[in-house]
C-alpha cells in the first residue's frame, strides 16, 4: 500500500514538472521565431510547425509579446525535412511573406481539373527568399492553400511542398492576410524561450539596428559597413559588397547629414536567420521620401548578425502615414462569389 501511495506521489510530481514547464501552458515562455510585431507590416503572423501539423496564427500586443490567438491542423510536404531542390516534395522552413492570391476561378482556368487540388484558393509564399538563394535552394510554387480532399489534413504530410489548411480555414485565415506584408514562418518545431531570453534576443537585434541607423545619420562609413556581410552581401541589382561600399562611400562624402527615421519594427527569426521590416522615412538636401525597408541578416562564425540582403518600396499614397496607422480590420475581401464558381 506505501509503495503504490508513494508511486502515484511520483507520478503526479512528474506530471506536475511537465506542466510547469511546459511552454503551451506558461505565459513566460515565448515563442523564438517571433521577437518582435508591429501593427503596420505584420499586425498578424503565422507559425507552421510542421512536426505537430499546426498552424498557429498570433496577433500584435502592444505590450510586446506576440498573442496567440486561434491553431489550425495542417499539411505540409510528403517528404521529411527542409527543402532543398525542385521536386523533393519537402516544405520549406524559414521566414516568408505572402506575394499575392489565385482565386478558385483562376486556379481552374489555369490548371483545369486539377485544379481542383488546391480548393477554395491559395496565397503565394515568396519562396526561394534571400537566405534560400544564399544556400543554393530551388525550385518555386510553395504555397498556403486549401484542398478539395480534406482527409488529406488527417495525414499530416500529403503535400509536394506546400501548407494545406481546410477550406473554411484558409477563408478564416485570409481575414488576417495583407498581401507583401503579412508573413508565415515555417519551422520543424517551434522554439520557446524563457521570457528573460526571449527579451534579451530582442534586445540584441535592435541594438543592431540602432547602431546601423546611428552610424548612418552620422555617416560613419566603417561603422555603418561593419553591419554587412563581405563574404555573402547582395544587393537587388546584384551589387556586391565591394561595389556597395563604392556607391556609399561616394554617399555618405556629399555635403550634409540625412535626417533618418524608423518605425513599426518587426523582427522575426528562424535558427541563425533574421528578418527585419520597418519604415522608413528619409530626408536630405536631394531626397525626401517614405518607404518600408527589409534587412536579411545571419550570423557569421562569430555569432555576430550581418546584413546579406536589403530591400527598399515607396510606400503609396494610403500607406504613408506610417505614424498613425489605421487599425487593422479583418476582413473577406479575398472571397466573393465570382470565387466561389
Not at 503565394?124 to 544556400?135: E, K
Not at 498556403?144 to 477563408?171: F, M, P, Q
Not at 555576430?304 to 518600396?313: L, T, V
Request: proline share 4%; glycine share 4%.
Amino acid at each position: 500500500m506505501i509503495y503504490r501511495k508513494n508511486l502515484i506521489y511520483f507520478w503526479l510530481f512528474l506530471f506536475s514538472l511537465v506542466v510547469s514547464t511546459a511552454p503551451s501552458y506558461c505565459a513566460s515562455y515565448l515563442p523564438s521565431n517571433i521577437l518582435q510585431m508591429d501593427p503596420f507590416f505584420n499586425h498578424h503572423i503565422l507559425i507552421a510547425e510542421k512536426a505537430t501539423h499546426q498552424l498557429f496564427l498570433f496577433e500584435y500586443n502592444p505590450g510586446g509579446a506576440p498573442t496567440l490567438i486561434k491553431k489550425f491542423p495542417m499539411a505540409t510536404g510528403k517528404v521529411r525535412g527542409d527543402k532543398k531542390f525542385q521536386g523533393d516534395h519537402k516544405t520549406p522552413e524559414g521566414i516568408y511573406r505572402f506575394t499575392s492570391f489565385i482565386p478558385r476561378s483562376n486556379l481552374l482556368k489555369k490548371y483545369g481539373k486539377e485544379g481542383e487540388i488546391y480548393g477554395a484558393g491559395a496565397f503565394v509564399m515568396n519562396y526561394p527568399n534571400p537566405h534560400d538563394r544564399l544556400n543554393s535552394k530551388t525550385g518555386s510554387g510553395i504555397w498556403l492553400h486549401s484542398t478539395n480532399d480534406e482527409t488529406r489534413i488527417e495525414k499530416g504530410r500529403d503535400s509536394r511542398g506546400c501548407v494545406v489548411v481546410a477550406n473554411e480555414h484558409l477563408k478564416e485565415i485570409s481575414t488576417f492576410i495583407e498581401l507583401q506584408k503579412t508573413s508565415i514562418i515555417v519551422v520543424e518545431k517551434i522554439e520557446y524561450l524563457r521570457q528573460e531570453t526571449w527579451i534579451k534576443e530582442r534586445k540584441e537585434l535592435n541594438d543592431f539596428v540602432n547602431t546601423w541607423l546611428r552610424s548612418w545619420q552620422e555617416e560613419n562609413i566603417d561603422v555603418y559597413l561593419s553591419h554587412y556581410s563581405k563574404q555573402h552581401f547582395k544587393t537587388p541589382s546584384k551589387r556586391n559588397f565591394n561595389s556597395y561600399k563604392k556607391y556609399k562611400s561616394m554617399v555618405f562624402s556629399s555635403p550634409g547629414r540625412p535626417d533618418i527615421m524608423l518605425k513599426n519594427i518587426s523582427i522575426f527569426k528562424s535558427k541563425n536567420y533574421v528578418r527585419l521590416v520597418f519604415s522608413q522615412h528619409y530626408k536630405s538636401s536631394r531626397i525626401n521620401d517614405t518607404g518600408k525597408k527589409t534587412l536579411h541578416l545571419i550570423r557569421n562564425n562569430n555569432y555576430e548578425w550581418e546584413i546579406i540582403s536589403e530591400y527598399w518600396n515607396k510606400l503609396n499614397e494610403n500607406e504613408s502615414n506610417i505614424l498613425s496607422p489605421l487599425a487593422f480590420k479583418p476582413t473577406m475581401r479575398f472571397f466573393n462569389q465570382a470565387n466561389h464558381q
